[in-house]
């Protein structure tokens, strides 16, 4: 088994309100096809609304963040599949939910998780 990261950007949502209600019905149908499926790892948002810190090696805490992931935004998903063409059909189908592509990731094995 292997862990993917499915996720799409905020702005990659190009709905109207009504189609956003259908959406989020859609969306959740597949959240729990894929809980019933026994895939499902975790899901959500970013709250952007909220903003990022950053926790140092010392313990101290910043209010920033790295240059790198200062646009993090967006919704993810992450399963837990034996392939990667299962891990696609898994993104296909949030991909057709959200009205927007998805973006593809696998995480690299840690036998400790």
Same mark, same amino acid.
């Given at each position: $088994?292997? @862990? ?5 950007? #905020?702005? +990659? $949502? ?8 259908? &959406? #989020? ?6 959240? @729990?096809?894929?809980? &019933? +499926?026994?895939?499902? !790892? ?14 140092? &090696?010392?313990? #101290?805490?910043? *209010?920033?963040?790295? *240059?790198?992931? %200062? /646009? ?11 392939? %990667?063409?299962? +891990?696609?059909?898994?993104? @296909?189908?949030?991909? !057709?939910?959200? /009205?927007?592509?998805?973006?593809? /990731?696998?995480? $690299?094995?840690?036998?400790? #998780?």
């Amino acid at each position: $088994m292997a @862990r993917y990261l499915i996720s799409f950007p #905020s702005g +990659a $949502m190009q709905v109207t309100p009504e189609e956003l209600e259908q &959406a #989020s019905i859609d969306s959740h149908e597949v959240v @729990r096809a894929a809980k &019933a +499926a026994g895939v499902w !790892v975790f899901g959500g948002g970013i709250d952007e609304d909220v903003p990022p810190v950053r926790v140092h &090696a010392d313990g #101290s805490i910043t *209010e920033d963040t790295y *240059e790198q992931t %200062r /646009r993090l935004e967006g919704g993810y998903t992450v399963i837990d599949v034996p392939t %990667r063409a299962e +891990a696609e059909d898994w993104a @296909r189908k949030i991909a !057709v939910a959200c /009205r927007c592509p998805q973006e593809l /990731r696998v995480f $690299m094995h840690d036998p400790e #998780s």
